[in-house]
Each structure stands twice: as C-alpha cells, then as structure tokens.
C-alpha cells in the first residue's frame, strides 16, 4: 500500500473522529427542533481532501450519529424507514455533492473550489431533508403546523422547522470558508511535496 493511500485512509479516519466529536459537542445548540450541525465542516474538508467517496463516509458518519444519539426521534416514531433514509441520504449528500463540487473546481481556484463546496454541503443536507419530508411525512408536519398556528405547511416547514437552522449552517460555512482552505491548502501542499521526494 503506497504512502498516498495510508494518508488518505488515516485523514479520514482522524476527519471521522472530528465529526463524531463536534456533533457530540454540538448537539445541545438548538433552534426550533433540530440541533445546529457544525458537523458539515470536517466533512467539506475531507471531501475537498480525499475525494466525494470520503465525504459521503464522513456525512453517513454524521447520520448514524443524528440517529444513534435521538436527534431524528421525532420522525422515528412517524415512520422508522422512511426517517434512516432520509437522515442517512441526506448526511452523504452533504459529502458527496461538496467533494464533486470541488473536485470540478479546484484547478480552475481553489479558494472558489472551497467556498463552493461548503455552501453546498448545508444545501444538499436540508435540501434531502425537505425531499423526505415531502415523501414520507407531511401529514404529519401538516398537523405540527396546524398547532403551531401555521395555515401553511410549507410556510411552517421554511420558517418553524428548518429555515433558520439551515441560514446558520450556511452562515458558519461561509465565514468557516477561509480557514478551510488554509486546511486543504496546507495539507495538499504537503501532499505534493511528499510526491516529489519520494519520486
């Protein structure tokens, strides 16, 4: 096994444990329902680093511990497949998405290649979730509206459920953007200059 692959292997093993860890310590930031995932960050970096194959390991990471840990119990109980799909395609979207985003742009500006990247991770993440809740519950987010005083479900789905979570998890990763890139830019340049001592 060449140097490469046990970089790679040991980056997204290390980049595993960040996103348990700041999904641990992050799960007690809530607004509304759901907590604030901060967890998207390592895994743009592994994308970004490793591939969209890393990434969708790093965001199904992330899934299993939205499932392990009750976060998605309020949909467990409406309906348990249909909330492990969502939850789980929604975590490797928001890896796979951002890793071929930047592996698209990252000749062409790296720095946009990155930025691109991390605005797509929140996207992708709340985008597979709104998908789910079209398809598996919406009676039910029909009836949390009508409590909630919302005479329209999609209003209420934008607005009391995943609105305002979502603008944070966008907001953080752009300002987060340029320390990601010092990340990506410190480790790629390493990277190369491995390859050429050892060619």
């Given at each position: 096994?060449?140097?490469?692959?046990?970089?790679?292997?040991?980056?997204?093993?290390?980049?595993?444990?960040?996103?348990?860890?700041?999904?641990?310590?992050?799960?007690?930031?809530?607004?509304?329902?759901?907590?604030?995932?901060?967890?998207?960050?390592?895994?743009?970096?592994?994308?970004?680093?490793?591939?969209?194959?890393?990434?969708?390991?790093?965001?199904?990471?992330?899934?299993?511990?939205?499932?392990?840990?009750?976060?998605?119990?309020?949909?467990?109980?409406?309906?348990?497949?249909?909330?492990?799909?969502?939850?789980?395609?929604?975590?490797?979207?928001?890896?796979?998405?951002?890793?071929?985003?930047?592996?698209?742009?990252?000749?062409?500006?790296?720095?946009?290649?990155?930025?691109?990247?991390?605005?797509?991770?929140?996207?992708?993440?709340?985008?597979?979730?709104?998908?789910?809740?079209?398809?598996?519950?919406?009676?039910?987010?029909?009836?949390?509206?009508?409590?909630?005083?919302f005479e329209n479900v999609?209003?209420?789905?934008?607005?009391?459920?995943?609105?305002?979570?979502?603008?944070?998890?966008?907001?953080?990763?752009?300002?987060?953007?340029?320390?990601?890139?010092?990340?990506?830019?410190?480790?790629?340049?390493?990277?190369?200059?491995?390859?050429?001592?050892?060619?």
């Amino acid at each position: 096994m060449n140097s490469e692959k046990i970089h790679k292997m040991v980056g997204t093993a290390v980049l595993t444990a960040v996103v348990v860890v700041v999904y641990l310590l992050t799960m007690g930031l809530m607004i509304g329902p759901f907590n604030i995932t901060f967890a998207l960050i390592p895994i743009v970096v592994g994308a970004a680093l490793y591939g969209w194959q890393a990434g969708g390991w790093l965001g199904l990471v992330f899934g299993a511990m939205v499932l392990f840990t009750g976060g998605a119990n309020a949909f467990l109980v409406i309906n348990t497949p249909g909330t492990i799909l969502t939850v789980l395609a929604k975590g490797a979207a928001a890896g796979v998405i951002p890793g071929l985003i930047y592996t698209a742009l990252e000749k062409k500006s790296r720095w946009a290649a990155t930025v691109c990247a991390a605005v797509a991770a929140p996207i992708a993440n709340t985008g597979i979730f709104l998908l789910g809740c079209l398809a598996f519950f919406m009676d039910t987010l029909a009836e949390w509206a009508a409590g909630f005083g919302f005479e329209n479900v999609t209003v209420y789905i934008f607005t009391g459920l995943v609105g305002v979570n979502f603008l944070v998890e966008l907001g953080t990763n752009l300002l987060l953007s340029s320390i990601i890139v010092r990340i990506i830019d410190t480790v790629k340049n390493k990277l190369s200059v491995n390859r050429s001592q050892g060619a």
